[in-house]
């Protein structure tokens, strides 16, 4: 079974970093893109950034020049570098992926449990 898994979360003051991870796991082929998702408080999940397999970025305006994403296919996971955070910035980050489980199947998407980002003021 599938699975995707974050982790790094925490509190942080205004102005900190934090690193998140997100490693997929399970019996798969194919991981293509791969993304970072978050929801505050009383909000609508919204993109953080997205990367492709082949290292092709895309990020929320919000995030540019603080957060890049990165990730390493053979190890299948995903990471977030948060920099310059804010207090905006406090929600469940989600780690999410399109995955082909086999050959025959399309991919399609996997999201993980979430991890929570709470930046004080």
């Known amino acids: 079974q599938v699975q995707l898994v974050e982790s790094g979360g925490g509190e942080v003051q205004a102005g900190g970093s934090l690193r998140l991870s997100c490693e997929a796991s399970g019996s798969m082929i194919g991981i293509n893109t791969m993304g970072w998702f978050r929801q505050p408080p009383g909000g609508k999940r919204e993109m953080v950034a997205t990367?492709?397999?082949?290292?092709?970025?895309r990020y929320a305006d919000s995030v540019k020049d603080r957060f890049t994403v990165s990730r390493d296919n053979a190890r299948n996971t995903m990471w977030l570098q948060m920099n310059s955070l804010q207090p905006e910035d406090t929600a469940v980050y989600y780690c999410?992926?399109?995955?082909?489980?086999?050959?025959?199947?399309?991919?399609?998407?996997?999201w993980g449990k979430g991890t929570q980002v709470t930046v004080s003021s």
């Open positions: 990367i492709s397999t082949a290292g092709a970025t």
């Open positions: 999410s992926a399109y995955i082909t489980i086999t050959y025959s199947d399309d991919a399609v998407p996997y």
